[in-house]
């Protein structure tokens, strides 16, 4: 059974930044659409990037310029490096594989990102 | 800043249908984007539970049924059982976005 399991959270000051990891076990995530997804306390879900397997990246508006989203193929791990933290950034992020029929199929534990001081 | 619109809260007793809209726009629903559906445990991931609008992935039981008409989509949960109380999230594309747009949310409770 394919799974994803992330790391890196933790908490961070305004303006500081983090690095998550997210590995995949029974999964390809060099031929995989990853994405990050993140849930702020008490909120719904948004989404917030993907890595496709060709290397292209989007990003949504909320997070663009401020994070970056990459992949070491070697380790089956894709990373998120978030810059510029802000309060709103504060959230549960989830590691998610997503293909074109059936969206986000496989989902990690999540790991908590606080932006305080 | 959700882009589809889901009711906050649906309940019933055990046993009886409930359903949770999700009403969307011309450019993501209404575009003919598929609509994928999912169930939160508070505390737990997301699991997807309905994809391709009506289609239920191995292991979801039958109870749940998924539909889209236009630029709205809806989940059907029969025979409503206490292990469905969560949080459900409809789930598509948006053309202006160009991205994944989930819809606000919906807390389903069994009374």
């Not at chain 2, 649906?10 to 598929?34: E, F, K, L, M, W």
Request: charged share 20%.
């Amino acid at each position: 059974e394919a799974q994803l399991v992330e790391s890196g959270g933790g908490l961070v000051q305004p303006g500081g930044s983090l690095r998550l990891s997210c590995v995949g076990s029974d999964l390809n995530v060099r031929d995989s659409f990853m994405n990050w997804v993140r849930q702020a306390p008490g909120k719904g879900l948004e989404w917030v990037s993907i890595l496709y397997p060709d290397g292209t990246i989007h990003y949504a508006d909320s997070v663009k310029g401020r994070f970056s989203f990459s992949r070491d193929n070697s380790k089956n791990t894709v990373f998120l490096e978030m810059n510029s933290l802000r309060g709103e950034d504060t959230a549960v992020y989830f590691c998610a594989r997503s293909t074109i029929a059936e969206g986000l199929d496989v989902w990690g534990q999540g790991t908590t990102v606080t932006v305080s001081s | 800043q959700s882009v589809l619109t889901q009711p906050p809260a649906v309940s019933g007793a055990p046993g009886q249908r409930i359903t949770i809209s999700c009403t969307g726009s011309s450019s993501n629903i209404g575009a003919g984007y598929d609509v994928r559906w999912y169930q939160q445990v508070p505390g737990s991931a997301p699991k997807l539970i309905m994809y391709d609008n009506n289609k239920r992935p191995s292991g979801v039981p039958d109870r749940f049924s998924g539909s889209k008409s236009g630029t709205s989509a809806s989940l059907a949960i029969t025979g409503l059982q206490a292990e469905d109380e969560a949080d459900y999230y409809c789930q598509s594309s948006d053309t202006i976005l160009r991205h994944f747009v989930f819809g606000t949310g919906t807390k389903v409770s069994v009374l």
